[in-house]
């Protein structure tokens, strides 16, 4: 995941810019339409090679088509493009007398054509590190963006032997979890503790939740308060093997030890797996459990508070989000449907400044229950839609802690020559009040977080306030 987007202030500047259309590249000069990259119609071909022609595509469907595109300085982009090659090549050992940034002026096709120009120069001189450095080049102009739901995907890998529900990695999950450790870091609150052991090594080394992690591969997770890169080394994704050696502290006992787990494939609990879940809690609250907001997962709680409100009176409902890294709005309009009619629950928002207005589905029955909702970091995109629709109109308490800050808006996938797909938001998402969300996050109206001591015990203070709440 790239890194998260500009700061609010600069994009209200952006916002109050005016549009202006992008040139073509040279190889569309002319063509019908505006834009240089389709949607894709199935899933992709064969990847073939990145060649700059695919970097240039690339370029100009960003500009063609990213919700700030038309009012971007593409120097920037290009830039971090060069940045990258240049470093691609001192790591491995090559120098080239031509990798030299050419001037740019800010005329975004006599820059790409300086640029390219240059570019086949370096490259012709190492043709062994042709693909790395188109590969790096293209990922750096895309994290140039600073867009948490900008990113090329390429490459993907899956280990040989994966059997459907397997998880890759080390075998536990913590209290900040991969993508705010990787697109939102200034978030994350310390210490640095175990919450779930899945398996695998975890699980081997004796693992436990509640387990401090002082350090990773001799690095603080947080230096005066500020998480390190450190933490991003919890979260390796295959092929990645690379040991990683942990020191931790279990509190209860004092022990301090220090264990190397290597990552690999290991068993997830299938239950674990289930998008929703459900039971009944202190006999009147129906707990609900929403990981994601997949195709019809909305109308699969639904179902749930239904045949748990079968026979009885419900005190009301809670809706637990933690860790749910989004999804489809429609999912998350069509739940919110379910609480209230008739209101906004989000702004889609161009450059210019002109919204599109995201309106509840009043074709969807109310269920007529209060509402508690259990939020964290990792509720994000999707979530947070949800999640600030129920805080602004006022539908329900949000309990737990802030949300991830990781919705910069929709992305839509474009599909690259390459058979590689650029996606990224054609509009930037506001909260039902037209709040920037993205960066901040939605802030709980009771703050309840999980300590080391709580997940060694078992307890979840949250669900217990949530109750408390319900049944006030």
Same mark, same amino acid.
Request: net charge neutral; charged share 20%; glycine share 10%.
């Given at each position: 995941?790239?890194? #998260?987007?500009?700061?609010?202030?600069?994009?209200?500047?952006?916002?109050?810019?005016?549009?202006?259309?992008?040139?073509?590249?040279?190889?569309?000069?002319?063509?019908?339409?505006?834009?240089?990259?389709?949607?894709?119609?199935?899933?992709? &071909?064969?990847?073939?090679?990145?060649?700059?022609?695919?970097?240039?595509?690339?370029?100009?469907?960003?500009?063609?088509?990213?919700?700030?595109?038309?009012?971007?300085?593409?120097?920037? @982009?290009?830039?971090?493009?060069?940045? $990258?090659?240049?470093?691609?090549? =001192?790591? =491995?050992?090559?120098?080239?007398?031509?990798?030299?940034?050419?001037? @740019?002026?800010?005329?975004?096709?006599?820059?790409?054509?300086?640029?390219?120009?240059?570019?086949?120069?370096?490259?012709?001189?190492?043709?062994?590190?042709?693909? $790395? +450095?188109?590969?790096?080049?293209?990922?750096?102009? #895309?994290?140039?963006?600073?867009?948490?739901?900008?990113?090329?995907? !390429?490459?993907?890998?899956? !280990?040989?032997?994966?059997?459907?529900?397997?998880?890759?990695?080390?075998?536990?999950?913590?209290?900040?979890?991969?993508?705010?450790?990787? $697109? =939102?870091?200034?978030?994350?609150?310390?210490?640095?503790?175990?919450?779930?052991?899945?398996?695998?090594?975890?699980?081997?080394?004796?693992?436990?939740?509640?387990?401090?992690?002082?350090?990773?591969?001799?690095?603080?997770?947080?230096?005066?308060?500020?998480?390190?890169?450190?933490?991003? $080394?919890?979260?390796?994704?295959?092929?990645?093997?690379?040991?990683?050696?942990?020191?931790?502290?279990?509190?209860?006992?004092?022990?301090?030890?220090?264990?190397?787990?290597?990552?690999?494939?290991?068993?997830?609990?299938?239950?674990?797996?289930?998008?929703?879940?459900?039971? @009944?809690?202190?006999?009147? #609250?129906?707990?609900?459990?929403?990981?994601?907001?997949?195709?019809?997962?909305?109308?699969?709680?639904?179902?749930?508070?239904?045949?748990?409100?079968?026979?009885?009176?419900?005190?009301?409902?809670?809706?637990?989000?933690? &860790?749910?890294?989004?999804?489809?709005?429609?999912?998350?309009?069509?739940?919110?449907?379910?609480?209230?009619?008739?209101?906004?629950?989000?702004?889609?928002?161009?450059?210019?400044?002109?919204?599109?207005?995201?309106?509840?589905?009043?074709?969807?029955? @109310?269920?007529?229950?209060?509402?508690?909702?259990?939020?964290?970091?990792?509720?994000?995109?999707?979530?947070?839609?949800?999640?600030?629709?129920?805080?602004?109109?006022?539908?329900?308490? +949000?309990?737990?802690?802030?949300?991830?800050?990781?919705?910069?808006?929709?992305?839509?996938?474009?599909? +690259?020559?390459?058979?590689?797909?650029?996606?990224?938001?054609?509009?930037?998402?506001?909260?039902?009040?037209?709040?920037?969300?993205?960066?901040?996050?939605?802030?709980?109206?009771?703050?309840?977080? +999980?300590?080391?001591?709580?997940?060694?015990?078992?307890?979840?203070?949250?669900?217990?306030?949530?109750?408390?709440?319900?049944?006030?």
């Amino acid at each position: 995941m790239t890194a #998260v987007r500009t700061a609010a202030a600069g994009l209200a500047l952006l916002l109050a810019a005016a549009c202006t259309a992008p040139a073509p590249p040279r190889a569309q000069a002319g063509t019908a339409g505006p834009t240089v990259c389709a949607r894709p119609q199935g899933p992709p &071909g064969v990847e073939t090679a990145t060649t700059v022609d695919v970097i240039e595509q690339a370029y100009f469907c960003i500009l063609g088509n990213y919700y700030s595109g038309a009012t971007l300085d593409a120097r920037a @982009l290009l830039t971090a493009g060069f940045v $990258a090659l240049t470093q691609e090549l =001192n790591r =491995n050992g090559r120098e080239v007398p031509e990798a030299t940034m050419p001037a @740019l002026t800010g005329d975004r096709k006599a820059d790409w054509n300086a640029f390219e120009t240059t570019y086949r120069k370096i490259t012709d001189q190492v043709p062994d590190l042709r693909d $790395a +450095l188109a590969a790096v080049t293209l990922e750096a102009i #895309v994290a140039a963006l600073d867009d948490n739901h900008a990113r090329w995907t !390429h490459g993907v890998e899956r !280990h040989p032997d994966h059997y459907d529900g397997d998880g890759y990695g080390l075998g536990f999950e913590a209290n900040i979890d991969g993508a705010q450790a990787d $697109a =939102n870091p200034g978030t994350a609150v310390g210490p640095l503790f175990v919450t779930t052991v899945q398996g695998g090594a975890a699980r081997a080394a004796g693992l436990r939740p509640g387990d401090i992690i002082e350090s990773i591969n001799g690095s603080a997770p947080f230096i005066d308060a500020r998480a390190t890169p450190a933490i991003a $080394a919890l979260y390796p994704r295959y092929p990645q093997a690379r040991p990683v050696q942990l020191r931790l502290l279990r509190q209860s006992t004092g022990r301090r030890w220090t264990v190397t787990l290597k990552p690999g494939l290991f068993q997830r609990d299938l239950a674990g797996l289930q998008v929703v879940r459900s039971q @009944l809690l202190d006999d009147d #609250v129906a707990y609900v459990r929403m990981t994601g907001f997949a195709p019809d997962s909305a109308n699969r709680v639904l179902k749930a508070v239904s045949r748990l409100r079968t026979g009885r009176t419900l005190s009301g409902v809670v809706l637990d989000v933690r &860790g749910n890294g989004g999804g489809s709005p429609v999912e998350a309009i069509r739940l919110l449907s379910a609480f209230t009619h008739g209101k906004v629950t989000a702004h889609q928002c161009a450059v210019d400044g002109t919204c599109e207005t995201m309106r509840t589905d009043d074709t969807v029955e @109310l269920l007529g229950l209060p509402l508690v909702v259990l939020t964290d970091r990792g509720c994000a995109s999707a979530c947070e839609h949800f999640s600030s629709a129920v805080k602004d109109l006022r539908l329900g308490r +949000l309990v737990g802690t802030r949300t991830a800050g990781l919705i910069s808006g929709p992305a839509q996938p474009y599909l +690259l020559a390459d058979n590689t797909l650029l996606s990224f938001p054609a509009r930037h998402h506001l909260g039902p009040d037209r709040e920037v969300i993205d960066r901040i996050g939605v802030p709980p109206d009771h703050h309840v977080p +999980l300590t080391p001591a709580d997940a060694a015990a078992g307890r979840d203070p949250a669900l217990a306030k949530a109750l408390a709440l319900l049944h006030a």
